[in-house]
T-cell receptor, first 111, second 113 residues
Framework: TQLLEQSPQFLSIQEGENLTVYCNSS?????LQWYRQEPGEGPVLLVT?????EVKKLKRLTFQFGDARKDSSLHITAAQPGDTGLYLC???????????FGKGTRLHILP | KAGVTQTPRYLIKTRGQQVTLSCSPI?????VSWYQQTPGQGLQFLFE???????NKGNFPGRFSGRQFSNSRSEMNVSTLELGDSALYLC????????????FGPGTRLTVT
């Protein structure tokens, strides 16, 4: 069974702090996406990483794909209340033509 | 460009009934996937349709079915509803590129009583 483990499951921190959430698997992925979901809405795509070791930045968010393309991390600098939400990672496998989602990290930023 | 739309947004059904949910993808997207999201299991893949053909299927019982029309719009049907089918059902479209990025609709919240 192919699994994507996300950690931590829950994270509550003060505004202005930095944080990192992780997405790990024993499987190799062709690409990996990060999504953010807010209550009552569907997930919204934040970024796609394709190359092992790739780093992408989206304002205060930094995404990294592991060298072996089995894991990824999302680092948020100076977190703001607007960053609150459920962060989901999803791995895509070319050979199976399948997408696997992790269960997510629920992030709450306290003002 | 309009996003993915899903109807209805909320639905309450009784155990044993059946339900049909509808999804209109982003214009130009030919792939439509359906997911079930619950607090305990997270986002679970139901099936994917591409050009009116089911391309992939998740591990759900046969009570869950779907179809896609020539205009790429898709419907999913759940027959003989069970209490455990209460969930947020999400539809996502993709234009079928290699990266397979998913663009989600707002979901249909189904409650089975």
């Amino acid at each position: 069974t192919q699994l994507l483990e996300q950690s931590p499951q829950f994270l509550s921190i003060q505004e202005g702090e930095n944080l990192t959430v992780y997405c790990n698997s024993s499987s190799v992925f062709s690409s990996l996406q990060w999504y953010r979901q807010e209550p009552g809405e569907g997930p919204v795509l934040l970024v796609t990483v394709v190359t092992g070791g790739e780093v992408k930045k989206l304002k205060r968010l930094t995404f990294q794909f592991g060298d072996a393309r089995k894991d990824s991390s999302l680092h948020i600098t100076a977190a703001q209340p607007g960053d609150t939400g459920l962060y989901l990672c999803a791995g895509f496998m070319n050979r199976d033509d399948k997408i696997i989602f992790g269960k997510g990290t629920r992030l709450h930023i306290l003002p | 460009k309009a996003g993915v739309t899903q109807t209805p947004r909320y639905l309450i059904k009784t155990r044993g009934q059946q339900v049909t949910l509808s999804c209109s993808p982003i214009s130009g997207h030919r792939s439509v996937s359906w997911y079930q999201q619950t607090p305990g299991q997270g986002l679970q893949f139901l099936f994917e349709y591409f050009s009116e053909t089911q391309r992939n299927k998740g591990n759900f019982p046969g009570r869950f079915s779907g179809r896609q029309f020539s205009n790429s719009r898709s419907e999913m049907n759940v027959s003989t509803l069970e209490l455990g089918d209460s969930a947020l059902y999400l539809c996502a479209s993709s234009w079928g590129a290699v990266a397979r990025e998913q663009y989600f609709g707002p979901g249909t919240r189904l409650t089975v009583t």
